[in-house]
């Protein structure tokens, strides 16, 4: 008997097994088992508000309709039925294209996003690849902004940032740069402009290994700035890597102002030494903190500039590593390496606002909440997944992971204005239930099962999104031309900013000297 023949037969003999019901013998005792695999349930059961959300937005359908994919076979995919799967991997936290796979039996899902059905990994691979660069990058970015815009009629703050995406394979642009975390890995580079009040992603820009310094995203930056026009930020922010000439000259051709943490060059490390034999220091804040202020010149600087100098005591936990003879590596305690003598953690940063030194200091802390959304996007969105041979699709998926990470941002807001939400935990409250679909009489009910331990408040929640979801629906009956998204954006950002307030920066003016 052949090989062939053999697999017919376990096939056969299998399909007799699904169609029968299996005991199955547990340790809380037997159970009957049946496969409905054409059964129309799907685990994650809420999508429908999520659904409900972008239907009466119209984001997903502007998204879709402007995309740049176009197909001749008759047998293509629809463009709805791709980017919907890609919508679809990101929600569900999936990092790679293999992962699609795990969606392709939940045909609930996709009727519910208005699809004929969620494609093969391969086929959304493909239909990226058919998208070129400058026709994602307009596509992608006229997205990302109109996600954000119609929020940024407030006084914001504009956080930019680099970090490094591992790479494990071949592919273009993975190169030898500037990975602390994983030495000697090639990656990608990922410039990422955020609104820092909102937690919202502006763009996205992926960049080759060795592209990790600011002269790579300066382009960009500036290109973010004049789109952005009377909107521009209150104050754009970044640590190191970004307080240079370039950067500086950038900003200040456009009269914007800027707060940047400078690298520890020798010249600075000289500045630093000058000014710590200054008396004239602040009295130490809450954080216990720090402050002087000087006006200096830096080598290959154009000018002179405000330097505004932060100290901080190391109070404990310091240790020196030296290694011993044997080899053997040893941590000696700060007591024994400088006993009674202080350790000073020390940054200066470079502004051209004319705040008190007090409040220079406080503002560049708060770029501490910007990294917590840098490290959820990498961990929790995919940012710094979907890999392929070319970077043009990373690319694109990187910027379509900023894009379903600002939806779900606003949809989380519209459910708790209050609270910043992340993936790992608002996912499982708001996306996740068991739903089963039931048709009669041309109607379809969905019966959902949460499995989250706070089921009430879910219910809450979700009314307070069909409530801002009613408003949008009755203003857009009343102002035929106002677009729904817009009316959704003021009307939950009215209800965020008694909340974290808007950026105030505070008054006060300090001299040249």
Known sequence: MGESTNKARVAEMGGEQMTQPQVVDTLGGRMHVRWEEGAAATPHGQLVFFAEFLAATGVFD?????????????????????????????????????????????????????MHKIVSEDALRRALARIDEP????????????????????????????????????????????????????????????????????????????????????????????????????????????????????????????????????????????QFERQDWSRADSHGCQMTEDWLQLHGWSKKRRMVIVRQRVRGGVARERRMEDGQLRLDPQASVCEGKRLWEYAVLVTD????IEAIGQLYRDRADCE??????????????????DINRCQSTARACALVYNWWSWYCRSANPTQRMEA????????????????????????????????????????NIRAALKHVKATAEQLKAADPWSLLLHYVSDRIAPVIGPFRPPTGLVGAG
């Open 62 to 114: 502007r998204w879709v309709s402007t995309c740049p994919l176009e197909y001749r076979s008759g047998n293509a995919p629809h463009k709805r039925d791709v980017l919907g799967t890609l919508m679809l991997g990101l929600l569900a936290g999936h990092r790679r294209y293999a992962h699609i796979t795990a969606l392709r039996g939940d045909a609930l899902a996709a009727q519910t996003l208005g």
């Open 135 to 274: 026709s994602s990058t307009s596509w992608m970015r006229a997205a990302l902004m109109h996600s954000v815009r119609p929020a940024l009629n407030k006084p914001w703050v504009l956080d930019i940032d680099a970090s490094i995406k591992p790479l494990y394979g071949r592919q273009e642009g993975a190169q030898l740069g500037d990975n602390p975390a994983k030495p000697g890995r090639p990656g990608h580079v990922l410039h990422t402009f955020w609104v820092g009040n909102l937690r919202l992603v502006l763009d996205v820009q992926v960049s080759a290994g060795k592209q990790h310094t600011s002269l790579h995203a300066k382009a960009a930056l500036g290109r973010l700035l004049d789109e952005l026009e009377a909107q521009r930020p209150t104050l754009v922010r970044g640590d190191s890597g970004y307080g240079n000439e370039g950067i500086l000259l950038e900003l200040e051709q456009r009269n914007q102002p800027y707060l940047l943490r400078l690298r520890q060059t020798a010249n600075v490390q000289r500045l630093v030494a000058r």
């Open 353 to 356: 606002v004319a705040h008190p």
């Open 372 to 389: 917590n959304g840098f490290d959820e996007l990498k961990n929790q969105w995919g940012l710094s997944g979907f890999t392929t041979q």
């Open 424 to 463: 790992i935990t608002s996912r499982p409250l708001l996306l996740a239930a068991v739903g089963r679909a039931a048709h009669s009489g041309g109607q379809t009910m969905l019966y959902l099962t949460p499995l989250h331990g706070k089921a009430t408040l879910l219910k809450s929640l979700i009314a």
